[in-house]
Structure formats: structure tokens, C-alpha cells
């Protein structure tokens, strides 16, 4: 079996495709940032849900610092 990593990057690659191939030979703009976007809330929304929205933990398992986490909670109106 295929660890997670490499299914998920698999995932994420299949969808980009898609998503090229939709443009119909229009050039993309700002992929990195649209990608980054999709993928950074829910990311934070899952976290902290499993960490009760202790942002001391969720800081550890995300490996980012806890000012990193609070700032990007606030980007996202996770937390008031």
C-alpha cells in the first residue's frame, strides 16, 4: 500500500490536471496562491477541530509556529 504523502500528492496532481485541461489552453494565474488557499483552510478547520482548538498543539502538529497559526486563523475567520 502507497503511504499517504504520495497519495495525496497524487491527488492534488490529478486535480491540478483537471483543472488546466478545463481552461481549455487559457493560461492559469496565480496557481500557487489559488492552491494554497483550497488546501490552508481546511487544513487549519481539521487541526483544530482534532485538537479541541488547542492552538498549542495544533501549532505542533502542523509544525509552525503558534503566532504563524493564530495569524493564519484570523486570515481565515476561524477565530475571532
Known amino acids: 500500500?502507497?503511504?499517504?504523502?504520495?497519495?495525496?500528492?497524487?491527488?492534488?496532481?490529478?486535480?491540478?490536471?483537471?483543472?488546466?485541461?478545463?481552461?481549455?489552453g487559457s493560461e492559469?494565474?496565480?496557481?500557487?496562491?489559488?492552491?494554497?488557499a483550497a488546501v490552508e483552510k481546511p487544513l487549519l478547520e481539521l487541526v483544530m477541530k482534532h485538537t479541541e482548538n488547542n492552538q498549542s498543539k495544533a501549532s505542533q502538529w502542523l509544525g509552525i509556529n503558534r503566532?504563524?497559526?493564530?495569524k493564519k486563523l484570523l486570515q481565515h475567520h476561524i477565530v475571532d
Open 1 to 24: 500500500m502507497k503511504n499517504i504523502p504520495i497519495l495525496l500528492a497524487e491527488c492534488v496532481q490529478h486535480h491540478l490536471e483537471t483543472y488546466l485541461h478545463d481552461l481549455q
Open 28 to 36: 492559469p494565474g496565480r496557481m500557487y496562491d489559488m492552491l494554497i
Open 67 to 70: 503566532n504563524t497559526l493564530r
